[in-house]
């Protein structure tokens, strides 16, 4: 394993961190009488004025265009905007630290399409982590939901998780298509210009769906801790995804869960059981196993792929 694969790993871990904490910010600002159509207008337009300023530094001049990478783009662009406005949607309905554990069905379908669209090999170590990982997504997600229901909000919330695994599993696939049209593996330019892109034509996108956020100024203050966590997870978890691959990069962000679980832990322990409801001590029991078992994917994929 090369020392910039170490790095990735060590990243991934930081983007699980900060991606679970996205889930915690999300319930501040609907909180504070914010919607989930209004965060996601704030987002993509906050990210897109931000990436736009940055393409000229990051060199987007020197970019060679071609109908593959002009693809690439409109694929990530489009199933971003559309993942993103379903998991915001699904996040008001139902705790964070519930959704992200079942979100972890994620490793499935990117690694079905990265198999399929790049013609990637997976050997049965491969396929074993991948499966394993998802199978302690579901064990965890058994045992981590209150009461007699999962992820609470009903059928609809179902269905926004649901359309949030596949629009985000393509737009993995569209970055990485994005990447590998910019630059070699682990190239900080090539992930800048990624984030960058894709920010500023998702921006464009949402721009005539003013009507629909209708986004209030009292609201943007609120919203700019999620925004910023949400940028700077993007550029790490592209990074990893230049450096490893989409379907690996998918499974070590699936520890996320774990650190979802966490953070309820500590917001149920210090009141906030509106945001984060208790677990009691045989779920933390089973949550636990789970948690050995995503670190025991993570390493027999990683034994396949190196």
Do not use: H
């Amino acid at each position: 394993m090369t020392a910039m694969a170490v790095a990735a790993l060590a990243v991934a871990l930081l983007t699980a961190f900060m991606q679970s904490a996205t889930y915690v910010l999300t319930r501040f600002f609907y909180a504070r009488g914010g919607t989930p159509a209004q965060l996601a207008y704030l987002n993509f337009m906050l990210m897109g004025a931000v990436s736009c300023a940055a393409l000229w530094p990051a060199g987007v001049a020197g970019v060679r265009w071609s109908a593959e990478l002009a693809g690439w783009l409109a694929l990530e662009a489009a199933t971003f905007l559309a993942g993103q406005v379903c998991w915001l949607a699904a996040l008001a309905k139902a705790p964070g630290s519930r959704l992200a554990t079942l979100y972890n069905l994620k490793i499935i379908f990117v690694g079905v399409l990265y198999s399929v669209c790049f013609a990637a090999p997976f050997n049965r170590w491969m396929v074993a982590g991948l499966l394993l990982a998802a199978a302690a997504a579901m064990l965890m997600n058994k045992f981590s939901r209150s009461g007699n229901g999962g992820a609470r909000g009903g059928g609809s919330a179902w269905l926004l998780l649901a359309g949030a695994i596949a629009f985000l599993s393509w737009a993995d696939i569209g970055a990485a298509g994005m990447l590998k049209c910019l630059g070699r593996p682990g190239d900080l330019r090539a992930v800048i210009l990624t984030v960058c892109l894709g920010n500023a034509a998702a921006a464009a996108l949402a721009a005539p769906l003013w009507k629909l956020g209708r986004p209030r100024r009292e609201l943007v203050a609120p919203a700019l801790p999620y925004i910023a966590v949400c940028l700077v997870s993007i550029a790490t978890y592209f990074f990893c995804i230049s450096v490893l691959d989409p379907a690996f990069s998918a499974v070590l962000a699936s520890t996320r869960g774990l650190f979802s679980l966490a953070l309820g832990m500590v917001l149920a322990k210090l009141g906030f059981t509106a945001l984060e409801p208790r677990l009691s001590r045989r779920q933390w029991l089973w949550c636990g196993v789970a948690a050995m078992l995503m670190i025991a994917a993570i390493v027999i994929y990683a034994c396949g792929k190196f």
